[in-house]
């Protein structure tokens, strides 16, 4: 069996093999990827039996043909190789490219692989690019926390025939809602994985069953598992009347960088907002440095309370947002601070930290 392919096609479609590809350790067999001929066409798959890939890549073998190769070595010859390259299975599986020979060592039987689960469809939906981008974005919320499963994924709900996308490490929230016409209400967990995967697609095709969720793109096709736990409602958190302020990016970004050039662990912004601008301020625990600045900003009206934020998570949260024109809005001081950018199907939320944690200017000289 052989199977004749250009090099630097090949090593594109395992690239987007990646996110699964020998991730699991658990069976020798997961190490491999599995290339299969038919009809003309390669496809390329990996697993690690909870998220399947599968990619489709033009080659020069008519015949159908299957085998495992795996997939470390096969990349890296790939990587290095020019032109057409040569997979042979011979009992030992063999790679030839213009000047070279790899012997990857005895060929397993493709029916050891495992094979994409079928289920059928509840839900589906056409994701368009804008989609996908919030995909990607939303796993930057993704708690790290082992211990609280529901919130170490991304929630996908359908209603009414929009889709949103939310996920929380439960101190900054992320949703994305548009109307994507879904053909029946859903509701599903799905890993961070799926995001990762799917970030190089322009649009899809998105198919939701019981158990599982498709996202198929022209070339490129990925099934995962749902997840079983259950994301708590946020939409009371998302849908209410804020103090608006509205503030360039770039202005922010900047004045955030300037504030963090002082060598801490933990960085408390003080944010005040009054007479057009952004109060922003910094005080170390022991009050040996401090920063202060102010920002160009609209507001209506000043806001007589200073809300406390994690500065890191508060540029990172801003850098997420497309465009230059930052909208940020809140209750109060105690409610979590919404920050949206340009497009209004994207709100971003950050949880405020120890109520006047920082001391006053007429404190500090006292």
Not at 79 to 94: D, H, P, R
Not at 180 to 205: G, N, Q, R
Request: contains cysteine; hydrophobic residues 35%; aromatic residues 8%.
């Amino acid at each position: 069996m052989t199977i004749k392919i250009d090099a630097k096609v090949l090593h594109h479609a395992l690239k987007q093999l990646s996110p699964v590809a020998g991730t699991n350790s658990s069976l020798p067999i997961l190490s491999y990827v599995l290339l299969t001929v038919k009809d003309g066409t390669l496809f390329s798959r990996a697993t690690n039996l909870t998220t399947t890939i599968t990619t489709e890549s033009e080659c020069d073998t008519k015949e159908d043909v299957s085998m495992v190769v795996p997939y470390r070595e096969l990349t890296n010859i790939c990587a290095e190789a020019k032109g057409t390259l040569v997979i042979e299975n011979k009992g030992v599986i063999s790679i030839l490219t213009s000047t070279d020979t790899y012997k990857l060592g005895e060929a397993h039987d493709v029916k050891n692989y495992p094979t994409p689960h079928q289920f059928d469809t509840i839900s589906e939906f056409d994701a368009d690019k804008d989609f996908i981008k919030a995909l990607a974005t939303s796993k930057q919320t993704v708690t790290k926390d082992l211990l609280n499963e529901r919130f170490r994924n991304i929630s996908l709900i359908g209603s009414g025939g929009k889709v949103s996308i939310t996920s929380s490490d439960m101190n900054n929230l992320y949703n994305y809602c548009d109307d994507l016409k879904c053909t029946k209400d859903f509701k599903c967990l799905v890993d961070p994985i799926l995001a990762t995967s799917a970030s190089s697609m322009l649009e899809a095709h998105v198919k939701i069953g019981q158990k599982f969720i498709s996202v198929k793109s022209l070339n490129t096709e990925i099934l995962t598992t749902l997840s079983e736990q259950v994301f708590p409602d946020v939409s009371k958190l998302i849908e209410c009347e804020f103090f608006n302020v509205e503030v360039k990016k770039s202005d922010f970004i900047s004045a955030i960088s300037k504030a963090m050039v002082f060598d801490s662990k933990y960085y408390t912004f003080e944010l005040s907002f009054k007479k057009g601008k952004i109060l922003l301020r910094y005080d170390d625990t022991y009050g040996n440095n401090s920063f202060d600045t102010t920002i160009k900003a609209k507001h209506s009206v000043d806001f007589d309370d200073a809300v406390a934020v994690n500065g890191s998570m508060l540029k990172q949260l801003i850098n997420m947002v497309d465009g230059d024109d930052v909208s940020m809005s809140f209750k109060s001081q105690r409610d979590n601070v919404h920050i949206s950018g340009g497009d209004s199907r994207e709100i971003i939320l950050i949880r405020p930290l120890v109520i006047n944690a920082l001391p006053s200017k007429e404190e500090k000289e006292k």
